[in-house]
């Protein structure tokens, strides 16, 4: 129902809505979709679906997503946030220990259909780092191929337990997440969705009024317009 109704419209920027329970303790964030236009990735719901493995438990049979999906999964999942967080790695890692017979050619084959193919090899390449994975070698061939792989985790792996993020660093955030994409179109696409795609906090404005759908879409670059020329301002200050 919550889909399917007109509010959905509300969320689309992020294509998510987190329910708090408990004073905060509990959160249950609620997704049509694992990630929006505005980050490097692109894994939908139906394509993780047709593609689902299975376990067994306590006799019966559970589906999960395949480990070649999920490892593409968990790469745009730390990249979405910039990899500052260090647990994103180690889950990379973690899952790469959990099956040591997965498909590399597999999952090679599917970052390259969902143009993501960097962003998987800044993951794993992290994960080699950090958590002492050793690479097969058709992977360590792509990051050779991709010097800017190598470029770019270094920069993070330096970087990653000193950064505090702030709400300013939204743009900062979505310019890091350019470089983690190798085509100019995957570079530009994620800038104009998160300018141009109101954010609930562009709906909250002018509550309990509502306007029509259009005014939202057109007050919403003027809002960052304004936005980040305060911050500009008060960093110059």
């Known amino acids: 129902y919550f889909t399917q109704s007109s509010i959905v419209e509300k969320f689309a920027h992020c294509k998510a809505y987190n329910f708090a329970f408990c004073n ?20 939908s719901m139906n394509y993780l679906e ?36 260090f647990s994103r790695i180690v889950d990379i890692a973690e ?13 090679m084959k599917k970052a390259k259909e969902k143009r993501a193919l960097r962003v998987l090899l800044i993951g794993v390449y992290l994960a080699s780092k950090l ?6 070698k058709l992977v360590l061939n792509e990051i050779k191929r991709d010097p800017k792989v190598i470029k770019i985790a270094t920069k993070l792996q330096t970087n990653l337990f000193e950064r505090i ?5 939204t743009l900062i955030a979505l310019l890091e997440r350019m470089t983690y994409r190798e085509k100019l179109r995957d570079k530009i696409l994620p800038i104009l969705y998160s300018v141009l795609t109101p954010a609930y906090s562009d709906w909250l404005l002018f509550i309990p009024r509502e306007f029509p759908l ?3 879409y057109i007050i919403r670059p003027i809002r960052l317009l304004f936005k980040y020329l305060k911050v500009f301002k008060n960093q110059e200050i």
Not at 165 to 169: A, F, L, M, S, T
Request: some cysteine; charged content about 25%; proline content about 5%.
């Open 50 to 85: 047709d593609n689902l493995s299975s376990i067994e438990i306590f006799n019966k049979k559970i589906s999960i997503i395949s480990p070649e999906d999920n490892l593409i999964l968990l790469c745009g999942h730390g990249s979405k946030d910039c990899w500052h967080k």
């Open 95 to 107: 899952l790469i220990k959990c099956y040591p017979d997965l498909s590399w050619e597999l999952v």
């Open 24 to 43: 905060q303790k509990v959160i249950i964030d609620v997704h049509w979709e694992m990630f929006a236009l505005l980050f490097p990735i692109n894994l």
């Open 214 to 216: 259009i005014f939202y």
């Open 131 to 136: 958590q002492d994975i050793t690479l097969p």
């Open 165 to 169: 993020y702030r709400k300013e660093d």
